[in-house]
């Protein structure tokens, strides 16, 4: 099973190369896959390629400096919020009001210890992993939302590039939901859903990420996964969902409701998250033309 540690690659940038392989060796050691650059613009580059989880790196360098390369990824919303460390040699009070206040995370001065850059990428990545999970909830099923969904799918995409391994995203939704709400009521029609995240939470693993899209959407992504496992995944909760009976209060004969599904494996046309996204959405509408109730691979 792939840790936790694999999945946060920290992308360290130097221009001194001893200092650039002592950061590499504590952190591959630690358990961190790292990626190295040797200047700003290099690091820039490879951060909107990779998505790293933390960027470490140095002030002085030639070109692109760290304070601009910071600044530049606080000034784009795809990158606004990696974590980043200055580690640098310039100590002064200045010198580390200025690092924050550009948007760093943390401030560690050179000559480091081991041991205390490996506590620091910790707390960060600590501190940054809650932060995200407080705010990136939807507040009536307790998922991720779609922002929280949007940045996952992102980093997964750019993990299934870079090592090429699996990965799919599914795109669910409850079919003639509003008919519910129009029927039942919008309470009942919550409580559907509240329903429907806790059944669906039940069946995907621990590494996959289940959230709320929107209205009565859900989106899956399911690392390590082809298209053909997920379909299998899918028609599981769709037949598990469907035997759910409710009660809607009235005395009368309980209700069920069924989910379609769309399922699509990542490729190397998908070029952004909209593209796999997009052929997942396609697959969703051909399971509501076809009839509902089912599950189509696209």
Do not use: W
Request: glycine content about 6%; overall charge negative; aromatic content about 6%.
């Amino acid at each position: 099973m792939t840790s936790k540690k694999e999945n946060q690659l920290i992308l360290a940038v130097d221009d001194t190369p001893n200092i650039l392989k002592a950061i590499q060796y504590i952190l591959t050691k630690a358990g961190y896959p790292v990626i190295t650059a040797r200047d700003g613009d290099e690091a820039f580059i490879l951060i909107r390629k990779e998505r790293p989880a933390l960027v470490i790196s140095d002030i002085m360098m030639p070109g692109l400096d760290g304070y601009e390369l910071c600044s530049r990824l606080r000034s784009k919303e795809a990158t606004s919020l990696i974590p980043f460390i200055f580690l640098s040699a310039k100590d002064t009070v200045d010198d580390r009001i200025k690092g924050i206040q550009t948007g760093a995370d943390a401030y560690l001065t050179k000559p480091f210890h081991r041991d205390e850059l490996l506590a620091l990428v910790e707390t960060v990545l600590t501190r940054h992993r809650i932060y995200i999970e407080q705010t990136m909830k939807d507040g009536l099923t307790a998922l991720p939302n779609r922002a929280y969904l949007f940045k996952t799918l992102d980093n997964e995409m750019a993990r299934a590039r870079r090592y090429r391994r699996d990965l799919s995203v599914v795109m669910l939704d409850i079919d003639h939901f509003k008919s519910v709400n129009d029927t039942y009521g919008h309470l009942f029609g919550d409580k559907v859903l509240i329903n429907l995240a806790g059944t669906l939470s039940k069946e995907v693993r621990r590494q996959d990420i289940l959230g709320r899209y929107g209205g009565e959407e859900f989106l899956i992504i399911l690392p390590e996964t082809t298209g053909d496992a997920a379909a299998a995944l899918m028609e599981r909760c769709r037949r598990k969902i469907a035997d759910i009976p409710y009660d809607d209060g009235s005395g009368s004969s309980p209700v069920s409701v069924t989910i379609s599904a769309g399922i699509a494996e990542f490729n190397t046309d998908d070029h952004s998250i909209e593209d796999l996204i997009g052929r997942a959405d396609r697959a969703l509408y051909r399971a509501k033309e076809n009839g509902r109730d089912q599950v189509v691979v696209g």
